[in-house]
C-alpha cells in the first residue's frame, strides 16, 4: 500500500521560509528506481510542478522558485524535503508531493509534462504567505 503524507505547511509572511516533508511508504524502489516531485495548487489554478527529482539525483527545478526552493531527500528515512525560503504571496497554495515508477522513455522533469504525471499522491499540505 502505497502512501504519502505531506507535513510542515503554514502561514507565513512575505520573505519569510518553510520546510515542507513528505513521508513515503510503499514504494518499492526496484528497477529502475522512481520519479517523485513536489507539485501546487493554488485556488483556480491548475496543479502544476515545483521540482521533480529523477532516480539518479537530478533535479528541475519550476522558473518560478529557481534559487528559492531546495529539495532534498533522507533515502534511509524514505522522506523528501522542500525548503522554501524568500516567500511571496504567490507561492501561497496548496502543496503535493507526488511519485510514479522511473522509466527511461518518459522524462522525469519539470519541462515534461506526460512526465509529471504521477502514480500516487499525498493528501496535500496548505502554504499560506501574506
Known amino acids: 500500500h502505497v502512501q504519502l503524507v505531506e507535513s510542515g505547511g503554514g502561514s507565513v509572511q512575505v520573505g519569510g521560509s518553510l520546510t515542507l516533508s513528505c513521508s513515503i511508504s510503499?514504494?518499492?524502489?526496484?528497477?529502475?528506481?522512481?520519479?517523485m516531485g513536489w507539485f501546487r495548487q493554488a485556488p483556480g489554478k491548475s496543479r502544476e510542478a515545483v521540482v521533480i527529482?529523477?532516480?539518479?539525483?537530478?533535479?528541475s527545478y519550476a522558473d518560478s522558485v529557481v534559487g528559492r526552493f531546495t529539495s532534498s531527500q533522507d533515502n534511509d528515512k524514505n522522506v523528501l524535503y522542500l525548503q522554501m525560503n524568500s516567500l511571496n504571496s504567490e507561492d501561497t497554495a496548496t502543496y503535493y508531493c507526488?511519485?510514479?515508477?522511473?522509466?527511461?522513455?518518459?522524462?522525469?522533469?519539470?519541462?515534461?509534462?506526460?512526465?509529471?504525471?504521477?502514480?500516487?499522491w499525498g493528501q496535500g499540505t496548505q502554504v499560506t504567505v501574506s
Open positions: 507526488g511519485a510514479r515508477p522511473a522509466m527511461s522513455w518518459v522524462p522525469c522533469s519539470v519541462s515534461s509534462p506526460v512526465g509529471q504525471n504521477m502514480y500516487y
Open positions: 510503499g514504494v518499492h524502489y526496484g528497477g529502475e528506481g522512481n520519479c
Open positions: 527529482i529523477d532516480n539518479d539525483g537530478s533535479t
